[in-house]
């Protein structure tokens, strides 16, 4: 036609963006693997990762860096393109590696957004943690003192010192920068599952470093501005105190036997009805003088009002005689109704 004349000899100037072949698969290009590396991961498990995405030129098309957070998925499960799928298996924490997909694993002939059709897709990705859903607590102890007859328990008051990080060694929070302990009661949920569960049956002086997965620490969410989404954590934990608790369900317990006139004892005016004050009283001065013991690492003033409630069973203020039952009579009333 009128552009090209006939007979004409043609130049033309020629940039190579990129080729593929319909047969091919990713090309997986390490670039870092740590040398510790216990686990890779597999289909089902939940990665956090960094990446920079670009075509083969060179151009950049997305960065998870730029949004200053990882992209997280499930590997294996079709959450991502087939490409990207198949690449982030068998990675360890902390690797790098280059992920290079042909267009048919990627965005097809169509591309999408800054990714043009029928591109090849080149991924630099850093894996900065992973986990499965079915993953419970991993504890690994580093000390053991010689004599460790007492091990802690649901219950008991604790007071610990930790380091807490992310897998990829970002420190989180230490009690050691604070210049105090960190203290609980295990297993009244004053801290996440995974911890609860790091702290049982741990000896006073033993260290231990406990894994804890995001199911069991902050989930999804996390802490904002602390704990990023996700998150596996790690706490490596010196248990320094162990106060031991009471039985379960009970917040006051008798250190020797009890009197049979203990309603009298506690209604000291004898007007056959006890007031908050003059049980709070009672409770104190048995605990001062050892026949009584409290839960430990419990507000004594909220323990006691709420022993003071349990019996206070209409509700009045008041507690009379026949208001007033210890826990194993209520246990003994409930079994012969039964």
């Known amino acids: 036609g009128k552009d090209i004349p006939g007979q004409a000899s043609l130049v033309f100037d020629v940039v190579l963006l990129d080729l593929h072949n319909p047969k091919d698969g990713i090309t997986i290009e390490n670039q870092h693997v740590p040398e510790s590396c216990e686990r890779r991961s597999q289909t089902g498990d939940f990665l956090r990762y960094h990446y920079n995405g670009t075509l083969l030129d060179g151009t950049l098309f997305d960065s998870s860096y730029s949004r200053n957070r990882t992209y997280d998925t499930y590997v294996g499960k079709g959450y991502v393109i087939a490409g990207m799928d198949e690449g982030l298996l068998g990675v360890c924490t902390g690797e790098k590696r280059r992920i290079i997909i042909p267009p048919h694993l990627g965005y097809g002939e169509e591309g999408r957004g800054k990714i043009p059709g029928s591109a090849v ?3 630099d990705i850093h894996v900065v943690d992973f986990h499965n859903p079915s993953d419970s607590v991993s ?11 007492v091990l802690s328990k649901k219950g008991d008051y604790l007071k610990y010192h930790y380091n807490a990080s992310l897998l990829d060694g970002t420190l989180l929070d230490s009690t050691h920068s604070l210049g105090k302990t960190y203290n609980i009661v295990l297993g009244s949920g004053q801290v996440v599952v995974g911890m609860d569960m790091g702290l049982q049956d741990m000896c006073v002086g033993e260290r231990r470093t406990v894994v804890i997965p995001p199911h069991l620490g902050y989930g999804e969410d996390g802490v904002e501005g602390e704990v990023p989404g996700s998150a596996v954590l790690v706490f490596d934990i010196e248990l320094l105190e162990l106060v031991s608790g009471l039985p379960e369900g009970y917040m006051f317990v008798w250190n020797g036997e009890v ?8 209604d000291q005016n004898r007007d056959g009805e006890v007031l908050l004050e003059e049980f709070s009283e009672y409770i104190q001065a048995q605990v001062d003088s050892g026949k009584g013991k409290l839960a430990p690492g419990f507000d004594f003033e909220k323990i006691v009002k709420n022993m003071f409630t349990n019996q206070d069973r209409d509700g009045n203020g008041k507690v009379t005689a026949e208001e007033f ?8 009333e409930e079994h012969d109704e039964l």
């Not at 049979?260 to 004892?265: R, V």
């Not at 039952?325 to 003994?332: C, G, R, S, V, Y």
């Open 259 to 266: 009197s049979p006139n203990l309603f009298e004892e506690i």
């Open 139 to 149: 504890i690994t102890v580093n000390y053991k003192p010689s004599n460790c007859s």
């Open 121 to 123: 897709l080149v991924f």
């Open 325 to 332: 039952k210890l826990k194993d009579q209520e246990a003994k």
